[in-house]
């Protein structure tokens, strides 16, 4: 992960930490403070070398210090003591759905309890139902939530990885030996986890290139380097370099770019016409007695780039997003491959929040920053009052009302189009929250998003609310945030046909915590006739470039513009929302 998302996880789990202890307030201002460290776009090390960390909206002296201390030595003090004083794997714990800071206390204290292993060994041994105020109904859903705390480990977010990835490449592409670079793996697929880094480079001289990056000052430890490869540790990740010549480079690419699915229908579709392909090029081996006597044998017609790769084999170039064995070689084959969402076909941003809410921004904050993002216009989503993620201290109706006047008075001097909109939580029985039907009829947009009762099967209740009358948008609708909780169980086709029946949008929601609808959701939407919506939710104006991961994600979805709400115009977003 990036320097800034490593600060902010210490952060993150200080604040943990503090909560075990039921100190108040402090924990709170921590979590603001990361979420705002992992989404600025600078390098902490660079603002902590200029002192200038205190640029970081809701970072004061006490926690610059922390993150300078952090940037410096690899780890803050107070963490460590607080470390000591309660011995626990508290990030791992407090994956398991139902498992927060306080339980992580209580259960070391009633069971010597550390690790996700001896939360294991005590729940199936029934010793948890024992402690004061579990049962046996959360001792069960503990243990069920066990396989999802641990698949979890070892995977990092796209949001983390790809900024590191981004950086490798730009770093051995300005090594002088290397022709170009590229990201490869689950990375360039845009997956919403990845294990390592991986990076291919084009280069003449793979012994000086390796050495090279092998030296990268930046890296945390050199992991190994041989004669064309080398790992190495960078922010806590490890990142692979392989070296190839320039003449295979296309080959390279298209081959540890995988999946390893899709390799293998490619390789089949290669050898109905009598020919090879690996990761050295495109080889004819009509006239080859034995094709698999080695990796080049028979005449090579293909290899330095991706492009001629796949013209080769008679198919159109497929993008990254789509390399996963679903369809995507017969969509080819047959001409028929999507001609998919790009960044720059986003108009704007229809899920976001300001300081009404759980937002750090003004609402005139929030509108000059999407206006200077690019975007041609913005809603303002804040959270409407009833339980959900925001407590019960959400917007009321009059609230709204009053916010309304406030973005209007916004809108009217603002250089984009501006929308006045709530976020709903949608309950357990699939109702619209506590906001009354007419507040919400006086808005532009209402997006209704599940943020509480998150377990089992939510299709019922989405279905409720996507034919509620003045619903517009589902809001990340499986409610999940990876590596933390899976969220509810959809029938993602019945969803999808209510939405596509009624007019409402599924949102993709962009946030890498997110990334909700997941891409096969987003293809079954879509292949329904559904309307996507790729928002990124944003709490502030860092958040706002996040939209790149939801395009990534409405990609790997099959998705077009012609698919996706904000694709379009402000006037096409009214006539979508009837406005």
């Known amino acids: 992960m990036s320097r800034n998302a490593a600060a902010a996880d210490e952060l993150e789990t200080l604040a943990d930490f503090l909560e075990a202890r039921g100190v108040e307030y402090k924990p709170q201002t921590y979590r603001t403070a990361a979420a705002n460290v992992r989404d600025y776009p600078e390098d902490v090390a660079a603002l902590a070398e200029s002192d200038s960390l205190g640029d970081i909206e809701g970072v004061g002296d006490a926690i610059a210090d922390k993150i300078a201390e952090f940037v410096e030595t690899g780890e803050i003090a107070e963490l460590e003591a607080e470390r ?115 990076v291919l480079a084009a280069s003449p001289d793979d012994a000086r290139t390796v050495e090279a990056f092998a030296d990268w000052e930046r890296a945390d430890e050199r992991i190994e380097a041989g004669t064309n490869k080398a790992s190495l540790r960078v922010d806590g ?30 390789r089949n579709h290669a050898i109905a016409q009598e020919k090879k392909v690996n990761e050295y090029g495109v080889f004819n081996v009509s006239d080859v007695a034995d094709p698999d006597s080695g990796q080049r044998v028979g ?29 995507e070689i017969d969509a080819a084959k047959g001409g028929e491959l999507p001609d998919l969402l790009d960044e720059s076909d986003i108009g704007g941003d229809l899920h976001t929040h300001t300081e009404h809410s759980d937002g750090d921004n003004t609402v005139e904050e929030m509108v000059e920053a999407a206006a200077e993002f690019g975007h041609d216009y913005v809603a303002v989503t804040d959270h409407g009052e009833g339980p959900g993620v925001f407590g019960d201290s959400g917007l009321s109706a009059a609230d709204l009302r009053a916010q309304r006047e406030e973005i209007e008075s916004v809108a009217a001097d603002a250089a984009i189009d501006v929308f006045a909109g709530v976020e709903t939580n949608i309950d357990s029985d699939g109702n619209v929250a506590s906001v009354p039907d007419d507040a919400l009829a006086e808005l532009d947009i209402v997006v209704a998003s599940p943020h ?24 990340h609708p499986t409610g999940r945030l990876i590596n933390q909780r899976p969220g509810v169980d959809i029938d993602a086709e019945r969803v999808a046909a209510a939405a596509a029946r009624e007019g409402v949008a599924l949102e993709v929601n962009a ?41 990534h994600t409405a990609r790997r979805g099959w998705a077009e513009s012609e698919q996706v709400l904000n694709a379009r115009d402000a006037d096409g977003v009214r006539d979508f929302l009837d406005l």
């Not at 005590?122 to 243990?143: P, S």
């Not at 999802?148 to 480990?153: C, T």
Request: proline share 5%; hydrophobic share 35%; aromatic share 4%.
């Open 511 to 551: 946030n890498p915590n997110r990334l909700d609808l997941e891409g096969g959701q987003v293809r079954t939407a879509i292949e329904a006739g559904a309307t996507i919506a790729v928002n990124t939710d944003a709490h502030r104006p860092a958040g706002f470039p996040r939209v790149t991961y939801g395009v």
């Open 299 to 327: 005449d090579r017609v293909a290899g330095e780039t991706e492009e001629n790769v796949y013209d080769a084999l008679g198919l159109p170039f497929i993008e990254p997003e789509l390399r996963e064995d679903a369809g």
């Open 237 to 266: 990740l490890r990142v692979d370099l392989r070296v190839v010549v320039p003449e295979e480079y296309g080959a390279a690419l298209q081959y540890f770019t995988g999946s390893r699915e899709h390799n293998i229908r490619l």
């Open 84 to 198: 000591e004083e309660l011995p626990v794997e508290m990030g791992a714990l407090t994956r398991v759905e139902g498992v927060g800071p306080k339980t992580v206390k209580q259960l070391h204290e009633a069971l010597d309890i550390r690790d996700l292993d001896d939360l294991e060994a005590a729940a199936e041994a029934g010793e948890i139902q024992d402690v004061k105020g579990f049962g046996e109904k959360t001792e069960r859903n503990i243990l069920d939530g066990i396989p999802f705390a641990r698949e979890s480990q070892g995977r990092e977010l796209l949001g983390d990885a790809r900024p590191v990835g981004e950086e490798v490449r730009a770093f051995v592409r300005s090594l002088d030996p290397v022709e170009t670079a590229d990201l490869c793996g689950s990375l360039r697929r845009w997956k919403p986890t990845i294990g390592d880094v991986d």
């Open 452 to 475: 509480s009762a998150l377990e089992g099967d939510a299709t019922d209740r989405l279905v409720r609310a996507i034919e509620h009358e003045h619903v517009d948008v589902i809001g």
